[in-house]
Nanobody, 127 residues
Framework: QVQLVESGGGLVQAGGSLRLACAVS????????MGWFRQAPGKERECVAAISTSGGSTWYADSVKGRFTISRDNAKNTVYLQINSLKPEDTAAYYC????????????????????WGQGTQVTVSS
């Protein structure tokens, strides 16, 4: 079983920054592609960023390109999401997710391929 625990959310003013972290335990972290999703009240969950097992491939939603950066530290079993230039529309619960790939690759999974999810961390951006 894989456990994911997010941290780093909070209340921040527009234009500010946050760094979210997701600590993963239970299996070989380096075999999992990782993604960050968010869900705002009344809206569907959306993937905002993803990173391959190699770390060599990343993907971002158009709405966050240039402001969000996903990274991973395999030695620490942790994936990060650096969020800059926050906007009120970034307000949401942010979740990390893991997709079992089983090898070192540049493959990026689709949103439906994630197997494990964290409990989420709330990000609230005030205007």
């Amino acid at each position: 079983q894989v456990q994911l625990v997010e941290s780093g959310g909070g209340l921040v003013q527009a234009g500010g920054s946050l760094r979210l972290a997701c600590a993963v335990s239970g299996r070989t972290f380096s075999w999992y592609a990782m993604g960050w999703f968010r869900q705002a009240p009344g809206k569907e969950r959306e993937c905002v960023a993803a990173i391959s097992t190699s770390g060599g491939s990343t993907w971002y939603a158009d709405s966050v390109k240039g402001r969000f950066t996903i990274s991973r530290d395999n030695a620490k079993n942790t994936v990060y999401l650096q969020i800059n230039s926050l906007k009120p529309e970034d307000t949401a619960a942010y979740y990390c997710a893991a997709a079992s790939i089983g090898s070192y690759s540049d493959y990026l999974p689709g949103p439906a391929e994630y197997d494990y999810w964290g409990q989420g961390t709330q990000v609230t951006v005030s205007s």
